[in-house]
């Protein structure tokens, strides 16, 4: 099996900056992809960004220049730091990993709540 924890979250004034971390842990073999997704309520869970094995990484539009995905591979621990947060940033942030056995698996962490709010 495979855990994965999830911290970080809480509530934040606009433009203020918040750091989560998850790490996985259990039948780990070699993490291919690790993600961010956030969920607001009433909407569909949307990629955030995300981390490959080599480094790469991707992001939302909406979060480009101001959050900042990394990975620490020794920890098998993924970062996002989030900066100049907007209220539009509010939802649950879930992590996901992709781990490469025979196939490749995907496992969710179960979210971590952000809210923005004055």
């Known amino acids: 099996q495979v855990q994965l924890v999830e911290s970080g979250g809480g509530l934040v004034q606009p433009g203020g900056s918040l750091r989560l971390s998850c790490a996985a842990s259990g039948n780990i073999f070699s993490i291919n992809a690790m993600a961010w997704y956030r969920q607001a309520p009433g909407k569909q869970r949307d990629l955030v960004a995300g981390?490959?094995?080599?480094?790469?990484?991707n992001y939302a539009d909406s979060v480009k220049g101001r959050f900042t995905i990394s990975r620490d591979n020794a920890k098998n621990t993924v970062y996002l730091q989030m900066n100049s947060l907007k209220p539009e940033d509010t939802g649950v942030y879930l992590c996901k990993i992709t781990v490469r056995r025979n196939a490749l698996y995907d496992y969710w962490g179960q979210g971590t709540q952000v809210t923005v709010s004055s």
């Open positions: 981390i490959t094995s080599p480094g790469s990484t």
